[in-house]
């Protein structure tokens, strides 16, 4: 991976806004795990009466509580911190750029898992699905892509998978890959609350078809697979998700390693033989 190429599409520290009210913040997040105010006081320890208290504004949280309440309802790093910010306290959870000295033992662990993944490809994106990085494999796929503003840096990946100038051309099952994406995009939605993936989410759904109807096997119905008509021949791939387990720091929290795999010999071969 080239140096410095771990910066690329990060996001720094969030412009300073005014936050909602905590109680809010909390009512909201509540509402989006759809948890109910018993549940998370049964699941905090805590009683439902001083939640509803917290919720109405009556009553000021301290700020472990603030950090109870968001770890109970598995608020992302960011939003802890607007949380804190709303109830009166110092964010706790810090944004580094990856190539910070602070991240070097996570950009190791990075490089290993991406580098050694050759001849398959695998890349790392940010939670906005933005390329930060990835290994030599990923570069045959890119050459395919015709209209090549869509390779200036910041490259999204959905976004150049769907569009019809990027690799959707190339996707035999386009419908069905297309479908897959834009399922777990709402799904990331729902867990994230993020206004700018659901501005995606709208430009992706006008982008690419709805038929979600297979071509090929199905593996068992156990995986969608990635049809992809290359050079070399057609390629069926299948991916895996790797995220950071205990991150404390939001650049690392919002960090994820897609990395493919083929689901067959001959896509085993021909990739071998295109990446070489």
């Known amino acids: 991976m080239a140096k410095g190429r771990y910066s690329a599409g990060m996001t720094q520290l969030s412009r300073p806004t005014v936050p909602p009210p905590f109680g809010d913040q909390l009512r909201t997040w509540r509402r989006q795990r759809r948890v109910s ?29 603030v950090i109870r309440l968001a770890e109970g309802l598995d608020v992302p790093l960011r939003d802890r911190n607007q949380m804190l910010l709303a109830a009166g306290y110092a964010p706790v959870y810090g944004e580094r750029a990856l190539d910070d000295p602070a991240l070097a033992s996570a950009r190791a662990a990075i490089e290993l898992i991406l580098t050694g993944h050759a001849p398959f490809p695998a890349l790392a994106v940010d939670q906005r699905w933005t390329l930060i990085s990835a290994n030599r494999a990923l570069a045959p796929f890119l050459a395919l892509v015709a209209d090549k503003s869509l390779l200036a840096p910041p490259i999204n990946v959905l976004r150049l998978s769907l569009h019809p100038q ?87 929290s919002e960090l994820m390693l897609e990395a493919f795999y083929p689901a067959d010999a001959e896509t085993d071969a021909r990739l071998r033989q295109w990446v070489g």
């Not at 549940?39 to 949280?61: C, K, N, V, Y």
């Not at 399922?183 to 709805?210: F, M, N, V, Y």
Request: aromatic share 4%.
């Open 166 to 252: 990027g690799l959707a051309p190339h996707i035999l099952n386009l419908g069905e890959w297309a479908a897959h994406l834009l399922d777990r995009l709402r799904r990331q939605i729902a867990t994230r609350a993020d206004a700018d993936l659901k501005t995606l989410l709208s430009e992706l759904t006008g982008l690419c078809p709805l038929d979600a109807s297979p071509r090929g096997p199905d593996y068992g119905g156990v995986l969608v697979p990635l049809r992809l008509q290359t050079p070399v021949g057609p390629l069926a791939l299948f991916s895996t998700t790797t995220v950071f387990g205990t991150p404390t720091d939001i650049t690392l």
């Open 37 to 65: 105010q018993l549940d998370l006081a049964l699941e905090i320890e805590m009683s439902q009466r001083h939640l509803s208290f917290i919720e109405s504004g009556r009553t000021r949280p301290s700020r472990a509580l």
